[in-house]
């Protein structure tokens, strides 16, 4: 027995209580025999490495190339994206993957190149092949953008999945953003990062590389002569060591960027995409599927509460906002409005009418949404056990029994959402949160979490799951049970109410989790770094593809002071979800607690958000449509500027706005950079010149908001009818904007209104672009920054 074990069981006691501590105590060691007699013994391992070609197979798209021990199959698809495979691997099956493999590029075709390698020759990319399997991705041009060596395997002597590393080179100037949602980026410095979804300790997350709730081997590499993001498609547990290159380093050579890929088994397969940030997005929302497109009100102001409370609370809480300017949208329950924590099921004695309330706060357009774990309560009589033990949907150890762990209710069990059939069961457990009055689901403890006095918090790694009828085990599943949880609350919901989009929020997920809805990231520690990993984590969301996501204003532990509070929310105001305190059970009190100036600050910018609505309704389709994130890194229209690429306090909101959050405590000016072109303060409209550096001032009230000059931006008018804010471009210039209408909370495509905007001597000329030429816009138009000249439609 492991000493340190030993103590961390008898805190467990201290920390958790006795009977809690006792379950968690139990947990991890059950936990531990388990996966001492259910996994296979890492014994003795046989190094190997692919060898010399011998053998090639062309084929469309690509071909196969055998080597001497170990094979390589490559593919480019017809939309640039470029596979290759170990040893037997395929794109499919696969859990990223939104349908079947892109048909072959019929003109990539498989052909010698120098000193006996082989290379696919494509439009967009080249992918050559050296005689002992490095592999190098080149642009049509010749220049090498990543370089992987040859592959080592471990393969355990007597049997099993071989674990295996994979290291890879690029340019020197490269640098690294993606591996999901990460509080140390959005740029990833130099360090080791875990590929292994882990809930927030108790302590929450700061800066670093704290356990990440949602992670995803996806890299976006940013370099000098290109972007790439590459996919390695494996869900086991892993790690990447990533080290930045330096020019000129030490004999005055490069020193090549480095990447270390380490995964403890499964295949060895990748997708890499070249080209634009934007046309990389495009292709891999592609790949792996469009994000959902979220319910209008899923774009407003959210309340969280994660406490508990009653019926007149929640009442109250409603009402204060909504008395002191602050109008609400939507107000998410946690585990606090349910039956002793225990899932599908509500308080009556707090919540005795909760489907009278829901209609009465859906007439005045607010939504609730529920908290759901996948923890069930394993208790007889609950409905959702009782049914599950019917269905046999709960995960089974190795030797068969259900596997039981720990969380809020007690002891739980875990449904297996790695099989349809228990997707479709969870399904009908979902229509009893509909019929509460609930519109959307909020998913907590999704990594999944059991709580363990020692170990990991998770189920155990030898625990069997059906993984769509190839069966498997934790190690395979574990990364992608949210991903799969998070598709049966969405398809519960379509089906439920298939007049309406699905709202499906997660706080943990995996490459392709966009399909289903977005990330809350949940678990940030109260803190200055809490809210500067806030933005990190949307912003590394966003370039793997999750364009929506936001975090809880203020933080998940602790109260923050009223500064950083005020600082929070006027950041998450400009991010896709704003999910703001609802009560003091979440933590923090409500904005009107900190103060007369606090309340006012936050009230002006929740308007603003509710002003920009049409904007964020816009940007929403957008992302639907062509993988383009809402919140993005200042490089993203110019990824070659390499001062852009290091900047990680500001971001652009679409291609019209950038947004320079104050993250320091004590800032009333700061420093902003701004890309290339003419960018206008909209507090004071005053023009700057990018790129550059500039000061501006950021005082209490508000944080530096800046248009780029030709910017046509969809605002909400006072009478509520949109309208068309155009920022004048510098003379001579031009400009232009798309605007998506509001299409309600169904499946209707709005059509695009695409307008261009151009500069006359001191007229700004703007006019509506159509299938039937130009003509006037349709809508009220607003232009700004043209000091005193006149605008003409």
Not at 209 to 221: E, F, R, Y
Not at 453 to 462: D, I
Request: with cysteine.
């Amino acid at each position: 027995m492991d000493g340190r074990d030993l103590v961390r069981s008898m805190k467990a006691f201290g920390s958790a209580g006795p009977a809690r501590g006792l379950r968690t105590v139990r947990a991890a060691w059950r936990r531990r025999r388990a996966d001492a007699v259910g996994l296979p013994p890492r014994g003795a391992e046989r190094a190997r490495v692919p060898g010399a070609i011998r053998e090639v197979e062309p084929g469309p798209g690509g071909g196969v190339i055998r080597f001497a021990r170990s094979e390589l199959r490559i593919l480019v698809a017809v939309n640039g994206a470029v596979f290759w495979g170990w040893d037997g691997a395929v794109p499919q099956p696969s859990y990223a993957l939104a349908g079947p493999c892109p048909e072959p590029d019929p003109r990539a075709v498989l052909e010698p190149d120098k000193d006996g390698g082989r290379r696919v020759v494509a439009e967009r990319v080249t992918v050559a092949v050296s005689r002992h399997g490095a592999v190098e991705v080149r642009t049509p041009g010749g220049v090498v953008l990543r370089r992987e060596l040859p592959p080592r395997w471990w393969e355990p002597v007597g049997g099993g999945s071989a674990r295996w590393t994979q290291r890879s080179e690029v340019a020197a100037d490269a640098r690294f953003f993606g591996l999901g949602g990460r509080a140390s980026g959005p740029r990833l410095s130099d360090g080791a990062y875990r590929l292994w979804n882990t809930g927030p300790g108790a302590a929450g997350r700061a800066a670093g590389d704290a356990p990440a709730s949602v992670t995803m081997p996806v890299q976006l590499v940013v370099a000098d002569a290109g972007t790439h993001l590459v996919f390695h498609d494996n869900t086991w547990d892993g790690s990447v060591t990533l080290r930045e290159g330096e020019e000129g380093a030490g004999s005055g050579h490069d020193r090549p960027g480095r990447s270390v890929l380490r995964m403890d088994g499964g295949p060895l397969r990748c997708w890499v995409m070249v080209g634009t940030p934007a046309r990389v997005l495009l292709a891999w929302v592609s790949l792996t599927g469009a994000p959902a497109l979220p319910p209008a009100w899923a774009l407003g102001h959210h309340l969280g509460r994660h406490g508990s409370g009653d019926e007149q609370e929640l009442r109250r809480v409603v009402a204060g906002h909504q008395e002191r300017g602050l109008p609400v949208d939507a107000v998410h329950l946690g585990v606090g409005h349910l039956d002793a924590h225990r899932g599908f099921t509500v308080d009556e004695e707090r919540f005795p009418k909760l489907p009278v309330l829901a209609e009465e706060l859906r007439r005045e357009g607010v939504r609730l949404v529920s908290v759901v774990e996948p923890g069930v309560p394993a208790v007889a009589g609950h409905a959702g056990y009782d049914g599950g033990v019917d269905a046999d949907a709960f995960v089974r150890g190795a030797g068969g029994p259900v596997v039981r762990g720990v969380g809020r209710p007690g002891e739980v069990v875990f449904p297996d959402f790695t099989d349809a059939r228990v997707r479709a069961w969870w399904g009908g457990l979902c229509a009893e949160r509909l019929e509460r009055g609930f519109s959307g689901f909020w998913h907590d403890r999704d990594e999944p979490v059991s709580a363990a006095a020692f170990g990991e918090a998770t189920l155990p790694r030898s625990a069997r799951h059906r993984l769509e009828g190839r069966g498997g085990d934790h190690r395979e599943a574990h990364n992608v049970y949210a991903l799969c949880m998070a598709r049966a609350g969405f398809e519960a919901l379509r089906e439920l109410v298939p007049e309406e989009r699905p709202f499906v929020l997660s706080r943990s997920g995996w490459a392709g989790m966009q399909r289903y809805g977005g990330v809350w990231s949940g678990g940030q520690a109260s803190g200055w770094p809490g809210l500067r990993a806030s933005l990190a984590v949307v912003l590394g969301l966003g370039l793997c593809g999750v364009p929506y996501s936001g975090p809880d204003v203020g933080g998940s532990e602790g109260c923050p002071s009223p500064e950083l509070f005020l600082r929070w929310w006027q950041l998450a105001a400009y991010l896709p979800l704003f999910r703001t305190p609802g009560g003091a059970p979440a933590g923090c009190p409500e904005p009107w607690a900190s103060g007369a100036e606090v309340l006012e600050h936050a009230r002006e910018a929740l308007l603003e958000r509710r002003r920009l609505s049409p904007y964020f309704v816009t940007l929403a389709h957008l992302a639907r449509r062509t993988g383009a994130p809402f919140v993005r890194p200042l490089w993203w229209s110019a990824p070659e500027e390499r001062a852009l690429r290091d900047c990680e306090d500001a971001f652009l909101l679409g291609d019209c706005l950038l947004v320079a959050p104050v993250l320091e405590p004590g800032v009333d000016v700061r420093a902003v950079r701004l890309p290339r072109g003419r960018w206008y303060d909209t507090a004071t409209e005053r023009a700057y010149e990018g790129p550059g550096q500039v000061l501006v001032e950021a005082p209490p009230g508000r944080i530096p908001v800046f248009a780029r000059a030709g910017a046509v931006v969809p605002v909400r008018g006072e009478d509520g009818e949109v309208e068309l804010e155009v920022w004048a471009p510098a003379r001579g210039g031009a400009g232009g904007g798309l605007v998506v209408p509001d299409g309600g909370d169904g499946w209707e495509e709005p059509e695009t209104e695409r307008y261009a905007v151009r500069r006359e001597g001191r007229r700004v000329v703007v006019a509506r672009e159509g299938v039937d030429g130009v003509g006037a816009p349709s809508r009220p138009v607003r232009v700004r920054g043209l000091a005193g000249g006149s605008a003409q439609m």
